[in-house]
């Protein structure tokens, strides 16, 4: 593996989104990340059978390239051996379990801190590892709610709506990645590991930014606001002849030549839009102004008007046109992997590029078990003692295809 984390090896207990999400970024920047998978079934997002790439989850294949994959039973002395040795030799663990769940199993932070004291130990749960709703589980779902974010999606007037992508279990997963980098930093100096802890309630209580600044300053709670921005206006998505667009006017520069774009100039003068606070105050006003103009011509036209102005502008792609958009190829967004059961699949690739470091993502999701073999014999184990440990049950390895 190559990128900044080269030499770094991740434990990944973790399974579904969250905490995979994380795995898959530092795997990304070069750690050697082992996802360990327990038994019986593995990881739950192997079940998320439709759609699938060769009878594989293309869920989990998504989330879990770049890995390497051991499967083992955390509940017998054997497996709870293995990963007791495998934790001595990892710079990181990672896990996404309701808390406790771990300590009952004796792989807890306190232990774990005791066997490798140079261990960083990252934790993403529903809420948080202190506070009253500590013990809750979480889900996606309940973290946009809980953290205001449906109040402030979809139309003004309209029902509570969720962020189409799981942002709570994303974004837990980047600002775990961030945490884990920086305790890795902190251990170059202090020589030892720490706790990171998120959740996903902190995870979708950090995008309302903008919406918390103004209730901090109002006492009000801002509603939806659909495609329009909370605080500049025209900033927001407009019909035209043939489709939707995406228009910032984000300043007042950008607004009057948007004005002049679409033969309205008088507007620039008009009270109601002078300013953006006039111009936020008579949204209800101004939206349908613009969309009366611009609803006779096609996407393509306003856009290659609009960029010839400098004015931010740009389309409202389908998954399969944001997929297939020249820009997404040439930033190494879509690349390809050999997987031993679904042959040549697609996956996202990485979202940061380093000039000295660059990433590389060589590896399809591992198959249930699929480096049981390698891992445990990097660890000394002998193939007489992998062979009894598949014959309790304490670890499995791959069933074809490996």
Not at 70 to 87: D, Q, T
Not at 154 to 175: H, S
Not at 334 to 361: N, Q, W, Y
């Amino acid at each position: 593996m190559t990128g900044p984390l080269a030499g770094i090896r991740v434990i990944e207990l973790a399974q579904i989104m969250a905490g995979p999400s994380c795995g898959l970024l530092l795997a990304d920047m070069g750690a050697d990340v082992i996802k360990v998978e327990r038994l019986p079934g593995g990881d739950v997002s192997r079940s998320y059978s439709r759609p699938a790439i060769g009878g594989e989850s293309a869920a989990f294949m998504m989330l879990n390239r770049n890995k390497r994959g051991i499967a083992v039973n955390l509940k017998s002395p054997g497996g709870l051996e293995v990963m007791k040795r495998l934790v001595s030799t990892a710079d990181v663990v990672t896990e996404n379990f309701r808390r406790g769940t771990l300590e009952k199993l004796g792989l807890g932070w306190d232990v774990l801190q005791a066997l490798n004291p140079r261990l960083v130990y990252s934790v993403i749960s529903g809420f948080g590892l202190t506070g009253p709703d500590a013990d809750k589980g979480g889900f996606d779902l309940i973290a946009q709610g809980f953290g205001g974010l449906m109040s402030i999606t979809g139309m003004p007037g309209g029902p509570p709506v969720k962020a189409g992508p799981p942002l709570a279990d994303i974004n837990a997963g980047i600002l775990a990645a961030m945490g884990i980098s920086a305790a890795l930093h902190a251990r170059h100096t202090t020589g030892r590991g720490q706790l990171v802890d998120t959740s996903l309630m902190e995870a979708a209580v950090q995008q309302t930014y903008w919406q918390s600044a103004i209730y901090f300053a109002t006492g009000e709670s801002p509603g939806p606001t659909g495609s329009a921005h909370v605080l500049a206006a025209p900033y927001q998505a407009f019909p035209t002849a043939d489709g939707w667009i995406n228009v910032g006017g984000a300043n007042q520069a950008n607004w009057e030549r948007i004005a002049k774009a679409i033969g309205h100039e008088d507007l620039i003068d008009d009270p109601r839009f002078r300013t953006n606070g006039d111009r936020m105050k008579h949204l209800d006003e101004l939206t349908p102004l613009i969309a009366e103009r611009m609803k006779h011509r096609p996407s393509a036209d306003w856009i290659r008007e609009f960029e010839a102005l400098d004015i931010a502008v740009g389309p409202i792609n389908s998954i399969g046109q944001m997929l297939a958009e020249p820009q997404v190829a040439a930033r190494e967004m879509v690349v390809e992997v050999d997987h031993p059961k679904a042959g040549r699949t697609k996956v996202l690739g990485m979202p940061v590029k380093f000039s000295d470091t660059p990433c590389s993502i060589t590896r399809a999701a591992p198959l249930l078990g699929q480096h049981t073999d390698e891992v445990l014999s990097s660890l000394g184990y002998s193939a007489a003692e992998i062979d009894a440990l598949c014959e309790i049950g304490a670890v499995e390895r791959a069933r074809g295809g490996e």
